[in-house]
T-cell receptor
Framework: QKEVEQDPGPLSVPEGAIVSLNCTYS??????FMWYRQYSRKGPELLMY????GNKEDGRFTAQVDKSSKYISLFIRDSQPSDSATYLC?????????FGAGTTVTVRA | DAGVTQSPTHLIKTRGQQVTLRCSPK?????VSWYQQALGQGPQFIFQ???????QRGNFPDRFSGHQFPNYSSELNVNALLLGDSALYLC?????????????FGPGTRLLVL
């Protein structure tokens, strides 16, 4: 079993829809939870990070962590075609990141 | 701020050869981590360098080695290349004390082994 499992997708949504992305994890030692966005043939770009259970909001993005269920989510409101990318969840223990496999999202204009 | 830079952008090698990839971290960062990203997969941690020493290592064979220089830049070396080493190699920089939550990635070096 992988340490981090991510819903594989792909997802295709119309412009303006809410995008919901999810990951589960098995290692209780993870201390930080991140979401990265990766455009085709580019390096990952850090979107958000959090370290506690609950919600964290940044503009159209909301990250949610449930440590008791070992489950994290990212919600993108009012999605735009420019949000089309692969989204990677990542979790950190002792400064080392473990990533999910990524979910590719396409927002249709 | 130039951000994290990596060179070269693309590289083609044949099996058995050796390769060296380079990374310059963001200004103010002292820690460099290397990741391998196979097609359709998430990045896998190779190792991390801090104060010119390998601080942590992932599940990669000894064919993968690295170095960090006094100016914090870093190299990744891979010996005896295998077809399975074809991947995007990513460098991430951070300040050690915030490496848990904020690692910033470069654009990567795409390695193809024939």
């Amino acid at each position: 079993q992988k340490e981090v499992e991510q819903d594989p997708g792909p997802l295709s949504v119309p412009e303006g829809a809410i995008v919901s992305l999810n990951c589960t994890y098995s290692n209780s030692a993870f201390q930080y939870f991140m979401w990265y966005r990766q455009y085709s043939r580019k390096g990952p770009e850090l979107l958000m990070y959090t370290y506690s259970s609950g919600n964290k909001e940044d503009g159209r993005f909301t990250a949610q962590v449930d440590k008791s269920s070992k489950y994290i989510s990212l919600f993108i409101r009012d999605s735009q075609p420019s949000d089309s990318a692969t989204y990677l969840c990542a979790m950190a223990y002792d400064y080392k990141l473990s990533f999910g496999a990524g979910t590719t999202v396409t927002v249709r204009a | 701020d130039a951000g994290v830079t990596q060179s070269p952008t693309h590289l083609i090698k044949t099996r058995g050869q050796q390769v060296t990839l380079r990374c310059s971290p963001k200004s103010g960062h002292d820690t460099v981590s290397w990741y391998q990203q196979a097609l359709g997969q998430g990045p896998q941690f190779i190792f991390q360098y801090y104060e010119e020493e390998e601080r942590q290592r992932g599940n990669f064979p000894d064919r993968f080695s690295g170095h960090q220089f006094p100016n914090y830049s870093s190299e990744l070396n891979v010996n005896a290349l295998l077809l399975g080493d074809s991947a995007l190699y990513l460098c991430a920089s951070s300040a050690l004390e915030t490496s848990g939550e904020t690692q910033y990635f470069g654009p990567g070096t795409r390695l193809l082994v024939l």
